[in-house]
């Protein structure tokens, strides 16, 4: 599980110095996605969460939303940073809570949640697919 906080640590960092929510998501499959399917994390669960991890882009500072609605409305640029640290930190929170309720049950996705079987790992792309965390087989 700990590669699953290392991916999270590592969107957080991204997000910090590019701002660009498909940089980061790009940058972390490319780096992370090879590595965590090489110690048999299931690749979808694996691609969720570096996509999860890519959204925080838009919102921790230095977000380039944030630069073109401050020009465009006229609205102080550092206060709109100062105002997505807070916000961007919780995600990242919520991210990690996440991973850690995931490793705890040993599920992919949660049934409640109504997730599309093919992003739950499930093969017949049911809805509610409750696929276990186990190594995949080539």
Not at 38 to 67: K, N, Q, R
Not at 102 to 129: I, K
């Given at each position: ?17 590019s701002g660009s929510a ?89 049934r409640r949640f109504l ?24």
């Amino acid at each position: 599980g700990g590669l699953g906080y290392v991916t999270i640590g590592a969107a957080l960092l991204m997000a910090s110095m590019s701002g660009s929510a498909l940089a980061d998501t790009a940058a972390l499959a490319t780096i992370l996605l090879p590595m965590m399917r090489a110690h048999g994390y299931p690749m979808a669960t694996s691609g969720g969460l570096i996509a999860s991890g890519g959204i925080i882009a838009p919102i921790i500072p230095p977000s380039m939303p944030f630069v073109i609605y401050g020009v465009t409305t006229n609205t102080s640029i550092s206060a709109l940073f100062v105002s997505g640290i807070v916000p961007g930190l919780l995600m990242g929170t919520g991210l990690v809570v996440t991973w850690k309720l995931l490793l705890r049950t040993g599920r992919v996705c949660f049934r409640r949640f109504l997730l599309v079987g093919a992003l739950c790992g499930d093969p017949n792309h049911q809805l509610g697919g409750s696929a276990k965390m186990v190594p995949e087989t080539d």
